[in-house]
């Protein structure tokens, strides 16, 4: 038989966006994949880390996981989920309903245990994946985030014992176990939360920066070619790596930032049969809350405010306020405007937006000088007022206004006294 999976990852359970809960784009998310998993009639749901946003996540964020698992598994009888631990969840925590989660048959790992004698527990890292009929058709390696410690160390002298060689011998050992217990015609099926080389981040999504200054980039030859499928996590943009097909990011259900604005996100339906891949197919998820951007690029203040009056207002069945677009200005300035976000604001008044960030820009002026780096010394040379004046001519043009070089000098009476 074949067996039907579907990869999903980076939840972020619990997350805010520029301060807005997004627990009703979560639950839509939620309800689409119920329904997906229902439709497909799918066996194996893969959830690759970062199912919370924080490692103690809220009450509301913990009901809403567990109340998805048990809906999923209700309309579709059958269904296996196989979940491991991002970098953003409490490895603990999530394994610990493991016992009541059986009855769902469901199965979470977060911590790499060890054995009597100090050696990684291989074996449970090892889920056996089935088909509706209880078969088996594949085995998981099961792999969470892995932390210092985590991964075997060096046996050879001279071998390397970074990080990403760590990791490396994590998935050898744990293929090579696998393989040996596999029976013939069955799959090998990975999971994984880590930063792939080359892998292509969201611009402006601080919440998958790398997390070991680049040091923890792992290159795609770590997963053996004899490995049907890779579904990872971590990396919030749908995306191959290395260029195989059958080694993927599924990305983030929810945008991370402004730069995904026309970005569509996805669920990844795999068919697996005879030990292989037979299909790969990215499933969109359709969005609840937009992103618009106004202007479409900078423009000077009342030109912005003129376009914000286009904005709609709301219709006339409710204001669901958690539906509305996320809204960010970008406006042109040739000076400070401290009155420019009242003055927003204001203008915003009755539309159906929700106001995120403000983003200034400033005209490029000729011959302006290339910024040279100074030392300690140099700084400590340089009066604080001067250094203002300096900054102003160099942002904005011109000569520092008298009311702010006032103020300026009445905050600097007030920190000396």
């Known amino acids: 038989m074949a067996l039907r999976l579907i990869h999903t990852a980076d939840w972020h359970l619990g997350q805010t966006f520029f301060g807005y809960d997004r627990e009703a784009e979560h639950e839509a998310f939620l309800g689409f994949l ?11 749901l893969l959830i690759a880390g970062d199912v919370f946003d924080v490692t103690n996540p809220s009450a509301g964020a913990q009901r809403r996981f567990y109340r998805f698992l048990r809906e999923a598994n209700r309309l579709n009888p059958g269904l296996q989920i196989v979940v491991i631990a991002g970098n953003h969840d ?17 199965s979470i790992v977060g911590i790499v245990r060890r054995t009597d004698s100090g050696e990684i527990d291989l074996a449970s890292l090892v889920v056996p994946l089935r088909n509706r009929a209880g078969g088996r058709e594949a085995l998981c390696l099961a792999v969470p985030f892995l932390r210092q410690g985590d991964y075997p160390a060096a046996e050879e002298e001279g071998e390397p014992d970074s990080y990403v060689a760590g990791i490396g011998r994590m998935y050898r050992r744990l293929y090579a176990y696998a393989a040996a217990r596999r029976a013939p015609g069955e799959a090998i099926v990975a999971l994984g939360h880590l930063h792939a080389t080359g892998a292509e981040l969201s611009d402006d999504d601080r919440s998958e920066r790398m997390i070991m200054g680049g040091l923890e980039s792992v290159s795609a030859d770590t997963f053996d070619t004899g490995i049907a499928y890779t579904a990872l996590g971590h990396i919030h943009k749908a995306q191959r790596v290395g260029g195989r097909e059958a080694v993927r990011y599924a990305g983030s259900p929810l945008p991370m930032s402004f730069s995904e604005k026309n970005y569509r ?13 037979a299909a790969i197919e990215p499933i ?6 937009d992103l618009i951007r106004v202007p479409g690029s900078p423009l000077p203040p009342e030109e912005v405010l003129s376009c914000l009056a286009a904005l709609p207002e709301p219709d006339g069945g409710g204001a669901d306020e958690s539906r509305w677009p996320y809204l960010e200005i970008r406006v042109l300035l040739t000076e400070p405007d401290p009155t420019f976000r009242h003055r927003v604001e204001e203008a915003l008044v ?5 106001l995120t960030s403000i983003i200034p820009s400033y005209p490029e002026r000729e011959g302006q000088e290339a910024v040279k780096p100074l030392s300690y010394n140099d700084l400590r040379k340089i009066a604080p007022l001067d250094m203002l004046r300096h900054t102003f001519a160099a942002k904005y043009g011109g000569e520092l206004p008298e ?14 006294l």
């Open 350 to 354: 009755g539309k159906a937006v929700r």
């Open 265 to 277: 996100h996805q669920v990844i339906a795999v068919t697996i049969e005879a030990g292989q891949v």
């Open 284 to 289: 969109e998820i359709p969005r609840v809350a």
């Open 403 to 416: 009311e702010i070089e006032t103020l300026f000098n009445e905050i600097m009476r007030e920190v000396t």
């Open 90 to 106: 409490s490895a603990i925590r999530l394994e610990a309903p493991n016992p009541l989660l059986e009855e769902l048959n469901t």
């Open 34 to 44: 119920t329904d997906l998993l229902a439709e497909r009639e799918a066996d194996v």
